[in-house]
T-cell receptor
């Protein structure tokens, strides 16, 4: 069956770049999403990438998709304390979410 | 526009009891989906309602049920609560259904003791 894996934790210093990774087994999804969940809040769609793209840039966010290795990543440039949250990758049309990566940003 | 609201935000129940959670979607949205979030299992889809009809269902036991009213508000019910039902329950609304354009509420934190 389909499976999406993420590392559980990532800790970075303010101002550095963060890279959150996601590996998946099913490659038939049209889109791949990244959600952000702040404490006490629901999921907020951050960005997405079409499955026929390799890269998408959106201000401080860069999404890379390696279809050969079935690997998706989210890079956050100049990470700020406000970026501290849990990040989920997801296949919306398969209703599959990754396990979530908790990003902690320290000064 | 007001966002998705969920009530109550926190709930403590005892094993064997039942619970009802409520979700009010964004005005004009006709679809409401429910998800269970736990540290071990992540986010899992429960069901989707569109125009008062259940359109999709996840792999949860029959103890989990839901309904949607004519004003698109939705309720989720869990009967005979088990300790493993302790979770954050999220609802998401969508203007036309499906899972591409969903707006999530803050969730209801259910603790079963």
């Amino acid at each position: 069956g389909e499976d999406v894996e993420q590392s559980l934790f990532l800790s970075v210093r303010e101002g550095d770049s963060s890279v959150i990774n996601c590996t998946y087994t099913d490659s038939s999804s049209t889109y791949l999403y990244w959600y952000k969940q702040e404490p006490g809040a629901g999921l907020q769609l951050l960005t997405y990438i079409f499955s026929n793209m390799d890269m998408k840039q959106d201000q401080r966010l860069t999404v890379l998709l390696n279809k050969k290795d079935k690997h998706l990543s989210l890079r956050i440039a100049d990470t700020q304390t406000g970026d501290s949250a849990i990040y989920f990758c997801a296949y919306p049309d398969k209703l599959i979410f990754g396990t979530g990566t908790r990003l902690q940003v320290f000064p | 526009k007001a966002g998705v609201t969920q009530t109550p935000r926190y709930l403590i129940k005892t094993r064997g009891q039942q619970v009802t959670l409520s979700c009010s979607p964004i005005s004009g949205h006709r679809s409401v989906s429910w998800y269970q979030q736990t540290p071990g299992q992540g986010l899992q889809f429960l069901f989707e309602y569109f125009s008062e009809t259940q359109r999709n269902k996840g792999n949860f036991p029959g103890r989990f049920s839901g309904r949607q009213f004519s004003n698109s508000r939705s309720e989720m019910n869990v009967s005979t609560l088990e300790l493993g039902d302790s979770a954050l329950y999220l609802c998401a609304s969508s203007p036309s259904g499906g899972f591409y354009e969903q707006y999530f509420g803050p969730g209801t934190r259910l603790t079963v003791t």
